[in-house]
């Protein structure tokens, strides 16, 4: 007797042969859902926005950004409403947000490049004093830069009036509005210290609109404003690419080649010297899970720990992983996505997964080394949903469940592939999957009309003496067509909404068998056999 039947539906194993499947897996499962263990058909997506000639998306709330560049993007403090962007240019941005209109700004503030012409002065007596002065820039957003060279000393009295002439000119996309002007004093000394020190500091003697001016100094002593706190402020690097925010913190980070660049928390514009760290590869992507920042590089992955009280480079704890497993999907820009558990990326021999201390090859059960070379593996583009991987490539466009933890469903499912093959994809914040097409931003799962699947079955053997000639078929709301298949050829069958028995024509005994269903029918359970009598036993 002929004994196979399916009550549970599974996902695909492509680095197994048809003979070699565990019961309820499949040969093919394309565009089928199997969050029951049963057949389902999803949904077609719903178009959300119409966009054109984009290649990246970012969703800030319920709002859709478009670029049209291989870009990063991160956000910062949640009441900050502005974006940090890498790759748009040739130089990190910041970009203010207004609806669906962005306003584009370098990051950072630069440092004026020569001091302030000073009208020299020489005054010789018992009251004179030596000072000098020293410009910063201020930005749209009341950032200040490092200061700039002193200026030549002059020797003055106090109340002295001096003249200061100012004259620059910034590259516009700094959006520079202000200058603040300071001036060398040091600390009044009664003569009853211990020790004879010299506290020397520089402090505001005021504030001018714009780049150009001529002003004249007669703050006394008495007047002087605050001291300068920016002299370690730094503008990110002109190529930095990578941009991440680590969560947990208000620091970015960022990258140029083989340097890894930390901000100041709570200053987005200031990447001082003292943060700035070199690996031994070249860093290729970034993502961070928590206080952790993960790094994929051409060479080994590191993980790093970048912690709110840190504020140089010895006090973060770096990680370089034990084998070396490059990044090869560099190209597209989204060869890697995080996930609560780590970062995924994609390497020439699979799926990597960092997490913790531990880095793993996720796709070894599913696909052997050679199978993943065939799939193009350069071109994938990457994102996580609701337990999953989706990944796209050239070749291929498959999901992935990893999380069976949280999403207790995930056995069932897998590995399906799906006919989409979206440039871009982002998760939202409510955890709706967006996808990228060429003529706008689309809502994975959630359109009004079904999509039809397909689902194959393992091979099915039929003993010496057999031949399958019934299939017993469930289906609900929809009906579906079922054809049984084997070497000496097909038989096509529709099956009704219910629990149908219907007879298949003979297609040979001790043959191979797969039975394929389509449709947009949920199927709950298939029994197969060799006659009417077989059936009535099941």
């Keep these: 007797m002929l004994d196979w039947n399916q009550y549970e539906f599974f996902g695909i194993l492509p680095r197994l042969r048809g003979k070699q499947l565990p019961r309820g897996y499949a040969t093919v499962a394309h565009n089928v859902d199997l969050t029951h263990g049963t057949l389902l058909p999803f949904r077609e997506p719903l178009k959300v926005k119409e966009l054109n000639n984009a290649i990246r998306l970012y969703v800030r709330g319920c709002d859709i950004y478009a670029f049209d560049k291989c870009v990063e993007v991160a956000e910062w403090l949640p009441d900050c409403p502005r974006l940090f ?72 009295e106090d109340g002295t009036a001096v003249g200061i002439s100012l004259d620059y000119n910034p590259p516009l996309e700094y959006d520079i509005k202000s200058m603040r002007i300071y001036r060398r004093e040091t600390g009044f000394r009664t003569g009853a210290e211990k020790e004879q020190e010299m506290v020397t500091n520089w402090f505001l003697i005021g504030e001018v609109r714009g780049t150009n001016a001529f002003i004249t100094d007669t703050v006394t002593i008495a007047e002087v404003g605050y001291g300068l706190t920016t002299q370690e402020v730094r503008e990110p690097p002109r190529n930095m690419r990578n941009i991440t925010n680590i969560e947990e913190t208000a620091i970015l980070a960022g990258s140029v080649a083989n340097k890894l660049y930390f901000s100041q928390n709570l200053q987005s514009y200031n990447f001082p010297l003292s943060q700035e760290m070199t690996l031994d ?30 504020d140089s480079r010895e006090c973060r704890q770096v990680n370089k992983y034990d084998i070396p497993m490059p990044m090869i999907a560099c190209h597209t820009g989204k060869g890697s996505t995080k996930t609560p558990f780590g970062m995924v990326y994609v390497s020439a021999d699979g799926l990597v997964l960092l997490s913790g201390n531990t880095q793993r090859v996720i796709t070894t059960d599913v696909f052997s080394a050679d199978d993943w070379r065939r799939l193009a593996p350069h071109t994938m583009r990457l994102a996580f949903h609701k337990g999953a991987i989706y990944c796209v490539s050239e070749v291929i466009s498959f999901i992935l469940w990893l999380d069976s933890e949280t999403y207790q469903d995930s056995k069932h499912k897998r590995l399906v592939t799906i006919e989409d093959e979206p440039i871009d994809m982002v998760e939202t914040r409510q955890g709706e999957l967006l996808l990228l097409l060429e003529d706008g931003a689309y809502q994975w799962n959630a359109g009004s009309t079904w999509r039809p699947y397909k689902w194959v079955s393992g091979d099915i053997d039929s003993p010496f003496l057999y031949s399958i000639t019934r299939i017993r078929l469930k289906t609900n709301e929809f009906g579906v067509r079922c054809n049984l298949q084997s070497s000496i050829g097909e038989v096509v069958r529709d099956f009704p909404v219910g629990d149908n028995i219907l007879p298949f024509s003979r297609l040979g005994r001790h043959k191979v068998y797969n039975i394929e269903i389509t449709g947009i029918g949920e199927v709950t359970e298939i029994d197969v056999g060799v006659s009417q009598l077989d059936m009535a036993s099941k």
């Design 85 to 156: 962007v890498t790759g748009r240019v040739g130089y990190p941005e910041t970009v203010e947000l207004n609806g669906d209109n962005m306003t584009f700004r370098r990051l950072g503030v630069m440092q004026p490049l020569t001091p302030p012409d000073v009208q020299p002065i020489y005054i010789n007596t018992e009251k004179s004093r030596s000072v000098a002065y020293v410009v910063t820039f201020i930005n749209y957003f009341g950032e200040e830069s490092a200061p700039s060279l002193p200026s030549i000393d002059i020797s003055i």
């Design 281 to 310: 590869d070249s860093i290729v992507a970034m993502q961070s899970v928590g206080n952790t920042l993960y790094v994929a590089t051409d060479g080994y992955p590191y993980q790093v720990v970048g912690d709110v009280g840190c």
